[in-house]
């Protein structure tokens, strides 16, 4: 079975920039579970999986703007120290932090004694990223699955 739209789609992945060190992997842990061609990940990888079968292994490259966007600047903002919950803080460190938007990954830029700056930019953002991909599995979603607009079961919503 191939992925085609609504489709449950398990697959493993390595992500990093062209040539360098692995950014994130599932390798290792469990596989990412997606309801395939309802947006649940980044655009570019969405259609790079198209069409692929399980057992299958490729490469997807997505430039910034089908990935997490172009680099912005401008995105610096204060936050009081207190949010972090007395965590290590590094400049460089990625941090997520609940925001008025959900949970955001951000940077750290600079710590002080009461406030630390962090910017808002996506990790990723500005990166042309590469994948190596896996499908582990494909099957027809149920109606369930496509009426929640998300993958059940192993690796993907529990309610
Ligand atoms: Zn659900």
């Known amino acids: 079975m191939d992925i085609q739209k609504d489709r449950i789609v398990s697959f493993h992945y390595n992500v990093s920039e062209p040539g360098q060190a692995t950014l994130e992997s599932s390798r290792g842990g469990s596989p990412l579970v997606i309801l395939y061609g309802r947006g649940n990940i980044i655009p570019g990888?969405?259609?790079?999986?198209?069409?692929?079968?399980?057992?299958?292994?490729?490469?997807?490259?997505?430039?910034?703007?089908?990935?997490?966007?172009?680099?912005?600047?401008?995105?610096?903002?204060?936050?009081?120290?207190?949010?972090?919950?007395g965590a290590k803080l590094a400049p460089g460190m990625q941090v997520v932090l609940p925001t008025r938007d959900g949970q955001r990954p951000m940077t750290v830029l600079k710590v002080g004694v009461s406030v630390v700056d962090v910017d808002l930019n996506h990790p990723m953002a500005g990166k042309t990223l590469s994948f190596a991909i896996e499908v582990l599995d494909v099957r027809e979603a149920t109606a369930e699955e496509k009426d929640h607009g998300h993958a059940h079961g192993d690796g993907g919503h529990q309610h």
């Open 45 to 85: 990888l969405e259609q790079g999986l198209l069409g692929h079968a399980a057992g299958e292994s490729f490469e997807v490259t997505v430039p910034p703007d089908q990935a997490y966007g172009e680099f912005r600047e401008g995105l610096t903002q204060r936050v009081p120290r207190k949010h972090f919950k």
